[in-house]
T-cell receptor, first 113, second 114 residues
Framework: AQTVTQSQPEMSVQEAETVTLSCTYDTSENNYYLFWYKQPPSRQMILVIRQEAYKQQNATENRFSVNFQKAAKSFSLKISDSQLGDTAMYFCAFCPRRGKLIFGQGTTLQVKP | DTAVSQTPKYLVTQMGNDKSIKCEQNLGHDTMYWYKQDSKKFLKIMFSYNNKELIINETVPNRFSPKSPDKAHLNLHINSLELGDSAVYFC?????????????FGSGTQLSVL
């Protein structure tokens, strides 16, 4: 079975510091996509960053970057210069086929002033 | 100019009732989805439609019936509501294309069954 595991239910970080959220997944597929979504208290699901498995280069989006280790099936999210607006629940997701996202359990991130 | 819009945002109803949630996207996408987020925040796909055709049905009870009148709309009808149906239901859409898996989500409908 394809599964996604986020082993950190809750994390906290001081404003302006860096935090890393962990994600591992299990699959026998070779081609797939990985995502991090952010869900603030407003409930909206917001795409943070996307990685294609066939690309070795780690994706970056401004303050957000990933460490994609395909052999280890690991996909962690690093948030640099954390801001209060980064406070949210973060979901790692694995996509083996179009649109079928398999989500992890989520990590609640609190950014403290 | 909302990209993916769902109505209603909140829905409170009694057990046994039938209710519908509507979803519309103005992005010109070909594929639409319904996801369910339970009380523990776990998100799971329910259905996927591509150009009005069902392509994913994830062992959802047949009390749930999606309907896609056109590719911009995907409504979810639920019969004989049960307590366990209480959740947040998210509609989403994505453009067609073998290398584009980016989903755009609506803001969710919180369903409370009493």
């Amino acid at each position: 079975a394809q599964t996604v595991t986020q082993s950190q239910p809750e994390m906290s970080v001081q404003e302006a510091e860096t935090v890393t959220l962990s994600c591992t997944y299990d699959t026998s597929e070779n081609n797939y996509y990985l995502f991090w979504y952010k869900q603030p208290p407003s409930r909206q699901m917001i795409l943070v960053i996307r990685q294609e498995a066939y690309k070795q280069q780690n994706a970056t989006e401004n303050r957000f970057s990933v460490n994609f280790q395909k052999a280890a099936k690991s996909f962690s999210l690093k948030i640099s210069d954390s801001q209060l607006g980064d406070t949210a629940m973060y979901f790692c997701a694995f996509c083996p086929r179009r649109g079928k996202l398999i989500f992890g359990q989520g990590t609640t991130l609190q950014v403290k002033p | 100019d909302t990209a993916v819009s769902q109505t209603p945002k909140y829905l409170v109803t009694q057990m046994g009732n039938d209710k519908s949630i509507k979803c519309e996207q103005n992005l010109g996408h070909d594929t639409m989805y319904w996801y369910k987020q339970d009380s523990k925040k776990f998100l799971k796909i329910m259905f996927s439609y591509n150009n009005k055709e069902l392509i994913i049905n994830e062992t959802v009870p047949n009390r749930f019936s999606p309907k896609s009148p056109d590719k911009a709309h995907l409504n979810l009808h639920i019969n004989s509501l049960e307590l366990g149906d209480s959740a947040v239901y998210f509609c989403a859409s994505s453009p067609i294309g073998s290398n584009n898996e980016k989903l755009f989500f609506g803001s969710g409908t919180q369903l409370s069954v009493l």
